[in-house]
Nanobody, 125 residues
Framework: QVQLTESGGGLVQPGESLRLSCVAS????????IGWFRQVPGKEREEVAC????????DYSDAVKGRFTIARDTAKNLVYLQLNILKPEDTAVYFC??????????????????WGQGTQVTVSS
């Protein structure tokens, strides 16, 4: 059974950091694109970062470029999202999705059919 489980969210002050994890089960995640998205109430889900099948490329939204980093830990079958220099506008529920069963050498614009339950990130002083 294909599952994704996010963790690592929390309440932090502006300028601080968090590391989110997306643990995959039921499939080998490095073979497929993984995307991190975020959503606030009343708004559409926004893609913030993605990593392609086999780590061929990564992509970031303009809002997070230079502050967030996506990377894999293949031994643990998970994908990290490192969030640095957090801002109040980064407050959202963060979700990860996978392009499984489709291999994607370019992750931007990939279709994601499997999602985790999300983890809340709150940035507030």
């Amino acid at each position: 059974q294909v599952q994704l489980t996010e963790s690592g969210g929390g309440l932090v002050q502006p300028g601080e950091s968090l590391r989110l994890s997306c643990v995959a089960s039921g499939f080998t995640s490095e073979l497929y694109a993984i995307g991190w998205f975020r959503q606030v109430p009343g708004k559409e889900r926004e893609e913030v970062a993605c990593i392609s099948s086999g780590d061929a490329n990564t992509d970031y939204s303009d809002a997070v470029k230079g502050r967030f980093t996506i990377a894999r830990d293949t031994a643990k079958n998970l994908v990290y999202l490192q969030l640095n220099i957090l801002k109040p506008e980064d407050t959202a529920v963060y979700f990860c999705g996978t392009s499984y069963p489709l291999v994607r050498s370019l992750c931007k614009g990939a279709d994601y059919d499997y999602w985790g339950q999300g983890t809340q990130v709150t940035v507030s002083s």
